[in-house]
């Protein structure tokens, strides 16, 4: 790593969105950490992706698990010595898509505990390591950028658990944004709409025609490199005096139209 490099962490970072912002990132001059439940073998191709742009490592830790969370900060102090931008991308959609009428409190465990929980108290430690690196390192651009959805304003009574997680990722950007802006610490939501990845894959035929039908103002499917530029933004700090805001990145879903 290059001397005063500054280092972002985005969990769940070898695919998908989580993905599409570590290269970002590694392209903007970041070390990147990345982290995920899959093994380090599962997860060369994504790493190896992000390498071409610059120093990449991966964590296996699940981000619901309170040790892995210490493991993965650790392993990164250990690595690179600082943590800069820490990006919550992780997350999942529950197994099974049930009505809220018969969905199980499994799935709402497992859903909160990887979307809100985990996300949660890995900023806590995270930031309680970043207002220490202010003595050690200095003053800088420290950032906590939440990937959110618009889920959390949107009522799919299919999956409830994942939208109720998502509105909880709004109010924690709010919390932690209130917290740590003291600290110099600024902390922000992307909300992204129908963006290709493997979790929308099997809603593919759905929301094609969706989207040929009107649904989006801008008529295509988003990727991840969209989701990605909101978020380089941020971690570079070329948002200033805007801490707690919320970027769409919906193609305009949720614009009110008449
Ligand atoms: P993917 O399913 O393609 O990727 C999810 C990533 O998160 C994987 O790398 C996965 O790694 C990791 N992950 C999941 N659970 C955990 C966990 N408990 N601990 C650590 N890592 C975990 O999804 P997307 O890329 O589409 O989604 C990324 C984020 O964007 C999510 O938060 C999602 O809710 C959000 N989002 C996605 C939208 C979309 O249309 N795709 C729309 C709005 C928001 P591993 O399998 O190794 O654990």
């Given at each position: 790593m290059?001397?005063?490099?500054k280092v972002a962490l985005v969990t769940g970072g070898a695919r998908g969105i989580g993905l599409g912002i570590a290269r970002r990132l590694a392209q903007d001059g970041f070390a990147v950490a990345t982290s995920g439940r899959r093994s380090a073998q599962d997860a060369q191709a994504g790493l190896e992706a992000i390498g071409e742009f610059g120093e990449a490592i991966y964590v296996q830790a699940d981000v619901a698990d309170g040790a892995a969370r210490a493991r993965l900060l650790l392993e990164i102090e250990e690595r690179f010595g600082r943590l800069d931008v820490l990006v919550n991308n992780a997350g999942i959609a529950p197994r099974i898509r049930a009505d809220i009428l018969e969905a199980r409190e499994e799935s709402?465990?497992?859903v909160m505990n990887a979307n809100l929980k985990g996300p949660y108290f890995l900023t806590q430690a995270a930031a309680a390591w970043m207002i220490r690196q202010r003595e050690s390192i200095g003053a800088?651009?420290?950032?906590?950028?939440?990937?959110?959805?618009?889920?959390?304003?949107?009522a799919s009574v299919n999956r409830g658990e994942y939208c109720l997680s998502k509105a909880g990722v709004a109010m924690a950007t709010r919390l932690w944004a209130a917290r740590l802006?003291?600290?110099g610490i600024?902390?922000?939501?992307?909300?992204?709409?129908?963006?290709?990845?493997?979790?929308?894959?099997?809603a593919h035929a759905k929301y094609d025609a969706l989207i040929d039908g009107?649904?989006?103002?801008?008529?295509?499917?988003?990727?991840?490199?969209?989701?990605?530029?909101?978020?380089s933004v941020l971690a570079r700090g070329?948002?200033?005096y805007a801490t707690g805001a919320l970027i769409v990145v919906d193609g305009g879903l949720t614009l009110a139209r008449l």
């Open positions: 290059q001397k005063g490099s709402f465990d497992e800088a651009h420290r950032a906590v950028i939440n990937i959110g959805s618009v889920s959390a304003t949107m802006a003291e600290f600024g902390v922000y939501e992307v909300r992204p709409g129908i963006i290709e990845s493997e979790m929308t894959a099997g009107g649904l989006l103002v801008e008529k295509r499917w988003g990727k991840p490199e969209d989701v990605a530029s909101a978020v070329e948002l200033p």
